[in-house]
């Protein structure tokens, strides 16, 4: 099971953590990434950490330079700080677990944490 937390109401050019605990499974084992889904847009895939060594992997052009994963090992729970926020990072934000890092469709899934910008 994966729990989000961490979202909600922040004006442009504030920041955000948002947290993915894991719990049933650790993330020793699966990599774990960051998805969003805007209203009325596809899903994206944001960030991916490897389980085995802390590669990290950013997918969006759109948030490089200004959003950041990483994880807790001994607390099972991966970050993704997000600086500098736009109106356009406006959405539900997911984390996923799966095998292996890539921007596709992920094995587990979390129910969505709601992340805000606006002045």
């Known amino acids: 099971q994966l729990a989000e937390s961490g979202g909600g109401l922040v004006q442009p050019g504030g920041s955000l953590r948002l947290s993915c605990a894991a719990s049933?499974?650790?993330?020793?084992?699966?990599?774990i990434g960051w998805f969003r889904q805007a209203p009325g847009k596809e899903r994206e895939g944001i960030s991916c950490?490897?389980?085995?060594?802390?590669?990290?992997?950013y997918y969006a052009d759109s948030v490089k330079g200004r959003f950041t994963i990483s994880r807790d090992k001994q607390k099972n729970i991966v970050y993704l700080q997000m600086n500098n926020l736009k109106p356009e990072d406006t959405a539900v934000y997911y984390c996923?677990?799966?095998?292996?890092?890539?921007?596709?469709?992920?094995?587990?899934w979390g129910e969505g944490t709601q992340v805000t910008v606006s002045s």
């Open positions: 049933g499974f650790t993330s020793d084992i699966y990599d």
């Open positions: 996923a677990a799966d095998p292996a890092c890539h921007p596709g469709d992920f094995d587990y």
């Open positions: 950490i490897s389980a085995d060594d802390g590669t990290t992997y």
